[in-house]
């Protein structure tokens, strides 16, 4: 990680991380095919932790969007700088699209089943597209940030990850109306 934030993902060779470390470059790789596979893990430790902030929210019942949303936005903004270093070497969205997605169905799951819904939906694929389209939106999000695209400010990403979390996860709790509203435009 050191490396990363000093010189850089392209100066960072195995023999300098080695050396760095006090270990020999036959020792590294009796760990890691090479520095993609070290970049994987990192990423892999790093996104377990944005998977420990996200698990408890399973168990949120007020305001679950706007927790989730804190909690990602401080994760990107404290990680920003070597997720973009390790995006060099690695796809770290990839790793990140399937973090969320997973994340975010077993919330979403959990909300669903809070809610009046008819007892023959599947709430199992309903959680699964709901997140399908989640996480296609955070994870469209998270790659132009990640990538400084067109730089999003912290109120600006804010609002856009609440725009796209306020459907699945705080949809009213009944679905009568809803439900009447469809059957009444079925009939006309």
Excluded at 65 to 94: C, E, G, H, P
Excluded at 99 to 120: A, E, M
């Amino acid at each position: 990680m050191h490396q990363l934030s000093t010189v850089g993902p392209s100066k960072i060779t195995v023999t300098s991380l080695a050396g760095q470390s006090n270990i020999t470059r036959k020792t590294f790789y009796a760990h890691y095919k090479g520095l993609t596979e070290l970049a994987d893990v990192l990423v892999d430790e790093k996104l377990q932790e944005l998977h420990l902030l996200l698990v408890p929210l399973k168990e949120e019942t007020e305001q679950p969007s706007l927790k989730f949303n804190a909690r990602l936005v401080k994760f990107m903004q404290n990680n920003k700088t070597i997720l973009q270093a390790l995006s060099q070497i690695t796809d770290v969205s990839k790793s990140f699209k399937k973090l969320v997605f997973n994340d975010t169905q077993g919330v979403i799951l959990k909300q669903l089943r809070r809610r009046q819904l008819p007892k023959q939906w599947n709430t199992s694929k309903i959680s699964q597209n709901l997140s399908g389209f989640l996480t296609a939106g955070i994870y469209s999000t998270f790659e132009s940030w990640l990538n400084d695209e067109d730089p999003l400010s912290t109120d600006e990403l804010i609002y856009i990850l609440y725009m796209f979390c306020i459907v699945p996860f705080e949809a009213p709790l009944s679905m009568d109306v809803f439900l009447e509203e469809t059957q009444h435009l079925k009939n006309e």
